[in-house]
């Protein structure tokens, strides 16, 4: 299995980025497509951005296609999440996790097929 950790949260202005990285330990790294979820204050869990095995296919939610870019570095065992233009609706704490869903191609969205889950790091957006 793999345990990944986040990092690069924070507290920024609306328009600003933020880069998050999520470093993961254990197995192969590229073994895993990789995702990124937010949890809203009294809001369930979303899907923002996933990554597939190959780094090759890539996904978004709506609310962040075009702002957002998720992207993994395998010789470093990282997944970013680079967001630009950030908007107050974007506050939220952020989690990656990691699937084995699928083959080296998929990218995988539902909450369910993600099995090892960060801790999450906050990220909160001032207007």
């Known amino acids: 299995q793999v345990q990944p950790v986040e990092s690069g949260g924070g507290l920024v202005q609306a328009g600003d980025s933020l880069r998050l990285s999520c470093v993961t330990s254990g197995r192969t790294f590229s073994n895993y497509a990789m995702g990124w979820f937010r949890q809203a204050p009294g809001k369930e869990r979303q899907f923002v951005a996933g990554i597939s095995r190959s780094g090759d296919n890539t996904y978004y939610a709506q609310s962040v296609k075009d702002r957002f870019t998720i992207s993994r570095d395998n010789a470093k065992n990282t997944v970013y999440l680079q967001m630009n233009r950030l908007k107050p609706e974007d506050t939220a704490v952020y989690y990656c996790?990691?699937?084995?869903?699928?083959?080296?191609?998929?990218?995988?969205?539902?909450?369910?097929?993600?099995?090892?889950w960060g801790q999450g790091t906050q990220v909160t957006v001032s207007s």
């Open positions: 996790a990691a699937s084995t869903s699928g083959n080296y191609y998929y990218v995988p969205r539902g909450e369910y097929q993600f099995h090892y």
